[in-house]
C-alpha cells in the first residue's frame, strides 16, 4: 500500500511540475541558413545535389514576389478599388485565406522562397502617388494585430512547408504614414522582435523594398540604410538573430554601405530587359569592395520569356544566383500577383509556365 501511495504521490507532483512549468514554445520545422554563397535549409543545402544543364542549383533559393499575402486598405476612398468581382467587396481575410490555400502548390512546383511586405507593395501598376493605406505599422511605430495574425498563419504554414519567407518591412509611398525616425525605428523593432518571440527561424529580413527609391524617411535610403540592418543584427534569442539585408531597384548594384553591413545581397531585375545585363549585375556585385562569400538573390524581376532558352531565369543561374518571380498584374482577379484581388493561383499561362520552370530546374516535382 505505501509503495502505491507513494507512487501517487510521485506522479501527483509531476503532474503540478507540468502545469506550472513553462512551455518551450512553437516548436519549429524549417531552419534557414547560409554557408559561404549557398542556402542551407535544416542544415542541408537547398536542392541537394541538384544540376540543371550544367549549372550548380543546390544552395539556390528560387522565390516569388508575393508582398500582397496579409494587404488591407486602411483608406475608406480607396479600399473599394481592390473589390471581388463575384462579392463586390474586398475581403482581407479572404485573401489571405486564398495566400495559404495556395501556398503547397507552390511548393509542389520546387519554390522555396516568397516575399511577403508588412506595407505590401504597390497595388496599382507603377504609380508614384499611392493615397491607399496598407500597413501592419502604425504612424507611431506599433504593430497592428489583425496583420500580425494574418502574417502569423502565413509563417506557420511556410514553415510547416519547408519554406522561406523573405520578409520585407517598409515600402516607399507607405513609409510616409510613419511619423518620424524614432517612430520607424520603434517598428523595426517591434517586428524583428515579433518573429524572433515567435521562434520563426525561416524568415530572411529585408529591411526595405528598394532603398534607392522614393524614401520619405532618409534613415531608408542609401546612405543611411546599412544603419538599419546593423540595428536589425543588434537584436538577438538566446544566440539567434535575423539575417537581413535591403533592396534596391531595378539594374542597380548595391552601395558598400550594405554589402559590408547585410547577410546577402538583394537585385532586382525589372527594367534589364537583356539577360546578359543579369548576369553582368552578378558579376559587378562580386567585385565591389566588401564583398566576401554570400549569396546574391534576385527577389524581383518582371521578364519572363521561360519558353525561350535565354531569359533572365537562367542568365541569373548560370552565375550562381537566386532568382524570383514578380508578375504584377492588374487587379482582375485572374492575371499577376501583385494588384488586388489577387487570384494567388496558377491562374494564367505565364504564372504557369514559370512555375513549370522551376519544376523543371530543381527537379522537386515529386516533392
Given at each position: 500500500m505505501r509503495a502505491w501511495i507513494a507512487l501517487g504521490l510521485f506522479f501527483g507532483l509531476v503532474a503540478v511540475v507540468l502545469l506550472v512549468q513553462k512551455p518551450d514554445g512553437p516548436r519549429r520545422k524549417t531552419e534557414i541558413s547560409i554557408h559561404g554563397d549557398a542556402f542551407h535549409i535544416n542544415g542541408r543545402p537547398t536542392y541537394a545535389g541538384r544540376k540543371w544543364q550544367g549549372h550548380r542549383v543546390e544552395g539556390l533559393l528560387f522565390n516569388a514576389r508575393m508582398v500582397q499575402g496579409i494587404f488591407d486598405d486602411l483608406n475608406p476612398q480607396t479600399r473599394k478599388q481592390w473589390a471581388y468581382p463575384d462579392t463586390g467587396r474586398w475581403d482581407a481575410e479572404r485573401n489571405t485565406r486564398e495566400f495559404l490555400a495556395a501556398m503547397p502548390e507552390w511548393r509542389r512546383h520546387g519554390l522555396l522562397a516568397f516575399t511577403i511586405n508588412l506595407q505590401g507593395g504597390n497595388p496599382k501598376d507603377y504609380t508614384k502617388e499611392q493615397p491607399w493605406h496598407n500597413s501592419t505599422i502604425t504612424k507611431t511605430g506599433e504593430l497592428r494585430s489583425d496583420y500580425l495574425a494574418r502574417l502569423q498563419r502565413v509563417l506557420?504554414?511556410?514553415?510547416d512547408l519547408g519554406m522561406v519567407v523573405i520578409l520585407g518591412v517598409f515600402y516607399f509611398g507607405q513609409d510616409k504614414s510613419i511619423d518620424d525616425e524614432a517612430a520607424l525605428k520603434r517598428a523595426l523593432d517591434a517586428a524583428v522582435d515579433w518573429v524572433l518571440d515567435h521562434g520563426y527561424r525561416n524568415v530572411l529580413l529585408e529591411v526595405n523594398n528598394e532603398c534607392n527609391v522614393r524614401y520619405?524617411?532618409?534613415i531608408l535610403k542609401p546612405d543611411r540604410v546599412h544603419e538599419l540592418i546593423e540595428r536589425v543584427k543588434a537584436r538577438q534569442r538566446d544566440g539567434r538573430r535575423l539575417l537581413v539585408s535591403t533592396?534596391?531597384?531595378?539594374?542597380?548594384?548595391p552601395g558598400e554601405n550594405v554589402v559590408r553591413a547585410a547577410d546577402f545581397l538583394?537585385?532586382?531585375?525589372?527594367?534589364?530587359?537583356?539577360?546578359k545585363k543579369i548576369a553582368e549585375m552578378v558579376d559587378k556585385?562580386?567585385?565591389l569592395p566588401g564583398y566576401r562569400p554570400m549569396p546574391i538573390l534576385f527577389n524581383e524581376d518582371d521578364h519572363f520569356d521561360f519558353e525561350k532558352p535565354s531569359n533572365n531565369m537562367v542568365a541569373a543561374l548560370g552565375t550562381y544566383c537566386s532568382w524570383g518571380y514578380f508578375d504584377p498584374g492588374n487587379g482582375?482577379?485572374?492575371?499577376?500577383?501583385?494588384?488586388p484581388p489577387v487570384n494567388w493561383g496558377l491562374s494564367t499561362e505565364r504564372k504557369r509556365t514559370f512555375f513549370e520552370k522551376v519544376k523543371e530546374i530543381t527537379g522537386e516535382s515529386d516533392h
Amino acid at each position: 500500500m505505501r509503495a502505491w501511495i507513494a507512487l501517487g504521490l510521485f506522479f501527483g507532483l509531476v503532474a503540478v511540475v507540468l502545469l506550472v512549468q513553462k512551455p518551450d514554445g512553437p516548436r519549429r520545422k524549417t531552419e534557414i541558413s547560409i554557408h559561404g554563397d549557398a542556402f542551407h535549409i535544416n542544415g542541408r543545402p537547398t536542392y541537394a545535389g541538384r544540376k540543371w544543364q550544367g549549372h550548380r542549383v543546390e544552395g539556390l533559393l528560387f522565390n516569388a514576389r508575393m508582398v500582397q499575402g496579409i494587404f488591407d486598405d486602411l483608406n475608406p476612398q480607396t479600399r473599394k478599388q481592390w473589390a471581388y468581382p463575384d462579392t463586390g467587396r474586398w475581403d482581407a481575410e479572404r485573401n489571405t485565406r486564398e495566400f495559404l490555400a495556395a501556398m503547397p502548390e507552390w511548393r509542389r512546383h520546387g519554390l522555396l522562397a516568397f516575399t511577403i511586405n508588412l506595407q505590401g507593395g504597390n497595388p496599382k501598376d507603377y504609380t508614384k502617388e499611392q493615397p491607399w493605406h496598407n500597413s501592419t505599422i502604425t504612424k507611431t511605430g506599433e504593430l497592428r494585430s489583425d496583420y500580425l495574425a494574418r502574417l502569423q498563419r502565413v509563417l506557420d504554414l511556410a514553415d510547416d512547408l519547408g519554406m522561406v519567407v523573405i520578409l520585407g518591412v517598409f515600402y516607399f509611398g507607405q513609409d510616409k504614414s510613419i511619423d518620424d525616425e524614432a517612430a520607424l525605428k520603434r517598428a523595426l523593432d517591434a517586428a524583428v522582435d515579433w518573429v524572433l518571440d515567435h521562434g520563426y527561424r525561416n524568415v530572411l529580413l529585408e529591411v526595405n523594398n528598394e532603398c534607392n527609391v522614393r524614401y520619405h524617411h532618409n534613415i531608408l535610403k542609401p546612405d543611411r540604410v546599412h544603419e538599419l540592418i546593423e540595428r536589425v543584427k543588434a537584436r538577438q534569442r538566446d544566440g539567434r538573430r535575423l539575417l537581413v539585408s535591403t533592396s534596391y531597384g531595378g539594374g542597380t548594384i548595391p552601395g558598400e554601405n550594405v554589402v559590408r553591413a547585410a547577410d546577402f545581397l538583394l537585385l532586382h531585375g525589372n527594367g534589364v530587359s537583356d539577360p546578359k545585363k543579369i548576369a553582368e549585375m552578378v558579376d559587378k556585385t562580386r567585385k565591389l569592395p566588401g564583398y566576401r562569400p554570400m549569396p546574391i538573390l534576385f527577389n524581383e524581376d518582371d521578364h519572363f520569356d521561360f519558353e525561350k532558352p535565354s531569359n533572365n531565369m537562367v542568365a541569373a543561374l548560370g552565375t550562381y544566383c537566386s532568382w524570383g518571380y514578380f508578375d504584377p498584374g492588374n487587379g482582375n482577379y485572374r492575371d499577376g500577383y501583385q494588384s488586388p484581388p489577387v487570384n494567388w493561383g496558377l491562374s494564367t499561362e505565364r504564372k504557369r509556365t514559370f512555375f513549370e520552370k522551376v519544376k523543371e530546374i530543381t527537379g522537386e516535382s515529386d516533392h
